[in-house]
């Protein structure tokens, strides 16, 4: 399966995990973020810059995970009703961290804050599989300014 992730260029070129805390793990919980599809990358990438920041530093990285890579599927009815608003993540992250720390699988399929209705994946860099992980090209991505995002 392929994964989208758009980030600055300078750091697309790897797969490299920071170990800051996101929506779904805990700081030092080193996961990468990727989405199903580059459009919903986008919009992520888009809700994170809040408009900010050169237009012309961006990659998408398009991330290889085998078909057969195992996953962990946390479903919207799981979840409380207001799970994916304002910037607490308590719940989200409670759940992100256990699976991180059981190695239950390599991908975490959740849903999108942004579209619900899509799918975004957390990497897990420390699990069994992560070697069958790869970065397979990075691609050139730029904002549509009418999207009001970038220097002009």
């Not at 986008?42 to 809040?50: D, G």
């Not at 959740?110 to 899509?118: H, L």
């Not at 799918?119 to 730029?142: A, C, D, K, W």
Request: proline share 5%; hydrophobic share 35%; glycine share 6%.
């Amino acid at each position: 399966m392929e994964l989208f992730r758009i980030t600055l260029t300078i750091y697309a070129d790897k797969l490299f995990a920071p170990g800051f805390s996101g929506r779904w793990n805990l700081e030092s919980e080193e996961v990468i973020y990727a989405s199903s599809s580059r459009s919903l990358a986008c919009l992520e990438n888009m809700v994170h810059r809040k408009g900010h920041g050169d237009n012309s530093k961006y990659s998408t990285m398009v991330i290889y995970a085998p078909d057969t890579s195992s996953i962990t599927q946390v479903n919207i009815s799981d979840l409380p009703a207001d799970w994916n608003q304002g910037s607490d993540f308590g719940d989200c992250q409670s759940v992100g961290s256990e699976w991180f720390h059981k190695k239950k699988s390599l991908l975490l399929r959740v849903p999108s804050a942004v579209v619900p209705d899509e799918n975004n994946y957390v990497i897990h860099t420390r699990h069994p599989e992560f070697s069958e992980v790869s970065l397979i090209r990075m691609l050139p991505f730029s904002f549509d300014k009418r999207l009001g995002y970038g220097i002009p």
